[in-house]
């Protein structure tokens, strides 16, 4: 079992700087490899980026162009998403995600959610 719980979110201008932070919970976390996802209204949940349990082998969606660094602390069994040179398409609740399997950009991959943070980018 593992239970996350995101903060960070908020309001941004376009260009500026936000970032998430997911404290994890339970045994299992040392081992899970853990993702964000986001999702808007009326849209399917978007994988983000994912960071596996060792060694910080990261991975990233091809749209982001290099803006966000997902990174994660297992001694404070916290997970980290920076988001930089934001734009008002970021706008979505965000959300943590953990999973005891490799990689994936699959939502339905992974086992445990947070209750997610909105990320709302605008001028």
């Known amino acids: 079992q593992v239970r996350l719980v995101e903060s960070g979110g908020g309001v941004a201008q376009p260009g500026g700087s936000l970032r998430l932070s997911c404290a994890a919970s339970?045994?299992?976390?040392?081992?899970?490899?853990m993702g964000w996802f986001r999702q808007t209204p009326g849209k399917e949940r978007e994988f983000v980026a994912a960071?596996?349990?060792?060694?910080?082998?990261?991975d990233y969606a091809d749209s982001l162009e290099g803006r966000f660094a997902i990174s994660r602390d297992n001694a404070k069994s916290m997970v980290y998403l920076q988001m930089n040179r934001l734009k008002p398409e970021d706008t979505a609740v965000y959300y943590c995600?953990?999973?005891?399997?490799?990689?994936?950009?699959?939502?339905?991959?992974?086992?445990?959610w947070g209750q997610g943070t909105q990320v709302t980018v605008s001028s």
């Open positions: 995600a953990a999973t005891p399997q490799a990689f994936s950009r699959n939502w339905s991959s992974y086992n445990y």
């Open positions: 339970g045994r299992s976390f040392g081992t899970a490899t």
């Open positions: 960071v596996s349990w060792n060694r910080g082998i990261t």
